[in-house]
T-cell receptor
Framework: GAVVSQHPSWVICKSGTSVKIECRSLDFQATTMFWYRQFPKQSLMLMATSNEGSKATYEQGVEKDKFLINHASLTLSTLTVTSAHPEDSSFYIC?????????????????FGAGSRLTVL | QKEVEQNSGPLSVPEGAIASLNCTYSDRVSQSFFWYRQYSGKSPELIMSIYSNGDKEDGRFTAQLNKASQYVSLLIRDSQPSDSATYLCASWAGTYKYIFGTGTRLKVLA
């Protein structure tokens, strides 16, 4: 089946540095990808919707200048956390709609990458 | 505000019992519904999807949808300790956005 590949799976960085997380769709094209953040024992929080060839759509309260999203091709979206601080430490997960359109068992299914755990010291 | 609501739990069931997880949604135009399982420290993985009223079975899992009541449930038969995880309910309304509930933590006691 369709796979969403995300890396790195974990990263540790110093405060003030930038970190890039990549999300790739394998064997399919993803015009839209979604980026989520999840703090320990909390629910998924949608940060932004990444659209191939255009600007990302950010959710309310998410700083677009801090969380830079680039979706330059149909198989790659990247999230860059700029000037990271300890409060940015979290689990970042990308996803893409891998299901078919319309109805059916696999219609409109959202598939997640494995996630990237960011720790900012 | 379109929402999907779930009881956070934890829901504890003995091994071999049926676990019943429930979810309600507010957006009447929601078309498809999904149940994801998330183990601690891992990303969500799809268990089942459902879009028609009634029951849908897949192995030990049965999803139930009642659009009139705006209610979705997931039954896990013969629960195993390996089923212990957080279960996320999500809806999709034909737009680009999926709405996720906060998840129900399930504990299956050996």
């Amino acid at each position: 089946g369709a796979v969403v590949s995300q890396h790195p799976s974990w990263v540790i960085c110093k405060s003030g540095t930038s970190v890039k997380i990549e999300c790739r769709s394998l064997d399919f094209q993803a015009t839209t990808m979604f980026w989520y953040r999840q703090f320990p024992k909390q629910s998924l929080m949608l940060m932004a919707t990444s659209n191939e060839g255009s600007k990302a759509t950010y959710e309310q309260g998410v700083e677009k200048d801090k969380f830079l999203i680039n979706h330059a091709s149909l198989t790659l979206s990247t999230l860059t956390v700029t000037s990271a601080h300890p409060e940015d430490s979290s689990f970042y997960i990308c996803s893409a709609k891998t299901g078919t359109s319309g109805r059916g068992a696999r219609a409109n299914v959202l598939t997640f990458g494995a996630g990237s755990r960011l720790t900012v010291l | 505000q379109k929402e999907v609501e779930q009881n956070s739990g934890p829901l504890s069931v003995p091994e071999g019992a049926i676990a019943s997880l429930n979810c309600t949604y507010s957006d009447r135009v929601s078309q498809s519904f999904f149940w994801y399982r998330q183990y601690s420290g891992k990303s969500p993985e799809l268990i089942m999807s459902i879009y028609s009223n009634g029951d849908k079975e897949d192995g030990r899992f049965t999803a139930q949808l009642n659009k009139a009541s705006q209610y979705v449930s997931l039954l896990i038969r013969d629960s195993q300790p390996s089923d212990s995880a957080t279960y996320l309910c999500a809806s999709w309304a034909g737009t680009y956005k999926y709405i996720f509930g906060t998840g129900t933590r399930l504990k299956v006691l050996a």
